[in-house]
């Protein structure tokens, strides 16, 4: 096995753990909703610290339920996602190409000035 698919294969197991450690561990079970957001959190903390408070904002769209909120936040995390793949991939294509062009030109030029 070479040393970078070692280091990917550890990667890959951390990953694992730390998705399924909150789980086994049970993290989170004396809590109502133990998985909730920051938002969530921020709103109760505030809620509870005063109980008058009016926020400054309200939301332009408000979802009818957490799964089609849960659903537009995952959209726009894919579609974050894309743009930076994309423009990674332009990047990478780019200096691919320049390579390859000035590879040419290398081999090229010795075989006109002979």
């Known amino acids: 096995m070479t040393r970078n698919a070692k280091i990917n294969s550890l990667l890959v197991l951390l990953v694992a753990a730390l998705a399924v450690l909150p789980l086994a561990l049970g993290l989170g079970d004396d809590k109502e909703e133990p998985f909730t957001g920051a938002d969530g959190q921020a709103e109760a ?65 010795p075989a006109t000035e002979s």
């Open 45 to 109: 903390a505030i809620t509870e610290l005063q109980p008058d408070y009016e926020p400054w904002f309200t939301p332009l769209y408000e979802p009818p339920s957490a799964e089609i909120e849960s659903a537009l936040f995952s959209l726009q995390a894919a579609l974050g996602a894309g743009v930076l793949a994309y423009y990674f991939g332009v990047r990478r294509g780019r200096r691919q190409g320049a390579a390859a062009a000035e590879a040419r030109a290398a081999a090229e030029a």
